[in-house]
């Protein structure tokens, strides 16, 4: 068997996480697999880079100075702690050294041009994952493994030049990949490359967005043509809900890539939106799985015909800091454009729309935006369309919360609305606005944010979800 590991960094968070990943990945080549693994930053770390950017662009040199030391200070301490073997760990100790240099450097210049475009920042971005990628694969050379250490684009991830969100270019990297690791596993040689960050044709440093690691092995996955991608993190899979919010739920067993698709946009793992394509367009399933109990199942998630049908609703996503805005006017009533104007306002202001839905009628159309960019969106809707007589009203409500219920088994099966609206009525629940994709793959509804908790739970039982699998 071909595998792709990816440690997330939630998995890597001090010495015992790295020597737990390093094990796991023994275990399976012990067994004769073939394992490539994709490094994460070590937990955090890519938030403190992003802070230290930003006080680097302000001028400051003071934190740069103690951030730097602060990472130095961690990941020498991992070494220290991960790596027995003093050649080992005289070697990956001057790598990361002159890494660290190049990070102060790098800020240091930031600070004196007080500017820190997408470029640089991604830059910046990029040494979390150029920091613990030597060391985890340090940590397997120390138990006795053949490991060799790769940053994305030495792996031969090639993106476009959209910085923060960069887009594999993923013929080409399927060739690169190919060429430049996938001889290492057919010899045993472990890779290990670095998540997130890949290179531009140029050869400037892009990443993929934030979470992107995932990414970054599902592409891998593709390219190497692995039989499964596991993701392993510290959780132990998809879950039916928020266990925080409802006690009682449990990790899915099986789900369809279609399905996690819509739970990952609701926020269900805080997955990179795009880090399932690579493996649903090569049918590569994808596990999820918990580096803290490698022998628990995780979530497999693979390709419809292959999950077994269960209950209508799988999971059921709270996603809260959001609020609603109502557009209304009868002048919208059959006047085609009104919406594309609405979209196209918010869109030049950069806000991001998480759901809509109009009625029939055309008075009104209903939005739901991130809650801090609500002020944002009201100022730009009122100043492109009060005034004229398309539009009468906008009104805001903040203090909403969307639930999404996903499941694949609602598509065709009729009565899964009135079953999921009769549960939150019978709690006295107001449901303040509805939609649902043709997909049918999901309902989503807003209540007010204090009623959230207790729809989840509502819904949780009603659907069942918490019943053992039969
Ligand atoms: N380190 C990156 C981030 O925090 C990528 C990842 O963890 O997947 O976003
Ligand atoms: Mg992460």
New binding site residues.
Partial sequence: MRYIF?F??SSLLDADGVKRAAEVVRNYVGKGCEVAVVS??LSE???QLLEVAESAESGALEPVKRMVQELAERHLTVINQSVKDEGLRRDVTETLKAILEELERVLTGISYLGELTRKSGDYV?SF??RLSTPILCAALADLGLMARAFTGGEAGVVTDTNFGEARPLMELTKHQVELRIGGLLTDGIIPVVA??IATSQDGSVT??????????ATILGAALKADEVWLWSDVDGLMTTDPKVEPGARTIPEISFEEAVEMAIFGAKRM?PRALEPAMAEGIPVRIRNAFKPEAPGTLITSAKRVRAEGVVKALTLFRNVALVTVSGFGMVGTPGTAAKVFDVLGKSNVNILMISQSSSEANISLIVPRELLGRAVNALETALLGGNLIRGIEMEEDVCVIAAVGAGMRGTPGVAAKLFNAIAQKGINVRMIAQGSSELNISFAVKEADGEEAVRALHQEFKLALPEM
């Fill in positions: 990816k997330g960094g994460s930053a770390v890519t938030n971005l979390g994952e998540g997130f990443t993929l967005g934030r979470g992107g690691s995932d990414y970054t990179h």
